[in-house]
């Protein structure tokens, strides 16, 4: 079996690490998108990779050659225990902005165009890029964190779990967009059936311990509806 993720080093590599090692499974990343969208080049239809790490608007463009697996569940307390995370919009601690709406004709960084919280929640809460007079292509979430600290842009919207493992003291949230459903684990639908219900099994089985330094608890089963 081989796993790709595209969400790294946003979250850590180790992360990935650790799931790859109880699955007896290859790794590999890609880390210039959040996953495929259309148009741009996937490894799932070629076979090159079986199992995937993406952000969710990928699964709805590779839903029906590819499945959901139990997906991941932050330690996060707005989380519940669910599997869910939330787009924090950081600023730097001495700006003056206050809401989303103070940032129209601001500067914004984003992680790439094809993550949910990066990207599309901004688009949703904005109305379109036009919102702003100028976007900085980051190529992560962590990157976005010091254009935003760094003053090549206003704001950011980051990954909670991001946010929570690379708390900043030069920063502060002025706004949290979701819940979203957690960025899905995806198989490929031409795995045999048992081979995937021994891989559903295995990640159900990873516990706190396991991953709780990455700021989860562990998987639970997920709903397609929540991707849709």
Known sequence: MRIIS?????????L???????????????????????????????????????????????????????????????????????????VRRDSRVRSFDDLRGGRWAYNDRNSRSGWFSMIERAGGAEFFSSLLHAGSHLRSLDAV???????????????????RDDLRVIESWGPFAIQPAIIRSAIPEERKREVAATLL???????????FGGFTAVDEAAYL
């Not at 080049?41 to 790490?53: C, H, L, M, Q, T």
């Not at 760094?150 to 980051?158: M, Q, V």
């Not at 089985?205 to 700021?215: A, H, K, M, P, V």
């Open 205 to 215: 089985s990873i516990r706190r311990d396991e991953l709780g330094t990455f700021g």
């Open 16 to 90: 990935f690490e650790t799931i790859a090692r109880r699955l007896g499974a290859e790794l590999m990343f890609e880390e210039r998108i959040s996953g495929p969208l259309a148009g741009d080049d996937e490894p799932f239809s070629r076979g090159d990779a079986d199992i995937g790490f993406i952000c969710a608007p990928s699964y709805r463009m590779l839903r029906g050659t590819m499945e959901l697996l139990p997906a991941l569940v932050p330690l996060d307390a707005r989380a519940g225990g669910r599997p869910v995370y939330f787009a924090d919009v950081v």
């Open 149 to 167: 600290a760094g003053g090549r842009a206003d704001a950011a919207a980051i990954d909670s779990n991001v946010l929570a493992l690379h708390p």
């Open 6 to 14: 595209y969400l790294a080093p946003s979250l850590p590599a180790a």
